[in-house]
């Protein structure tokens, strides 16, 4: 027989997520009060959210939050997080590129200078 500990990451009653390790479980708590915290500012925004789009949002920014606080301190988005943020992973964006050449259209490349 084997013995176990798991560290269970509890809210409002419910069982969110157990983990093997004390510091993995502290994190996802914190990720869940950043998430919460979140959700009420995003409430006050004026764009109108459906019911739990609000809450959804708030969950994958406070996943997200390294990759949101660099973007907020720099103004650009990283090389790597770009192709993931627009929803589809670069073997999918390969795919489409290929699908373009299936069907015959050809992109001109532009050639971009530097203005002096």
Not at 12 to 39: H, I, P, R, T, W
Not at 96 to 110: F, G, I, M, Q, Y
């Amino acid at each position: 027989m084997a013995v176990e500990i798991k560290y269970v990451v509890v809210r409002e009653g419910q069982e969110k997520m157990s983990f093997a390790s004390k510091k993995d479980a502290d994190a996802y708590d914190k990720m869940l009060d950043l998430a919460e915290v979140l959700s009420e500012w995003l409430v006050h925004s004026p764009v109108a959210f459906e019911e739990g789009q609000s809450d959804v949002l708030a969950m994958w920014m406070a996943e997200n939050k390294d990759v949101l606080s660099s973007v907020l301190k720099s103004g650009k988005l990283p090389e790597l997080e770009s192709t993931e943020t627009a929803g589809e992973p670069a073997d999918e964006a390969d795919n489409t590129e290929e699908s373009v050449a299936d069907d015959k259209v050809a992109e001109h490349p532009r050639k971009r200078t530097k203005a002096a």
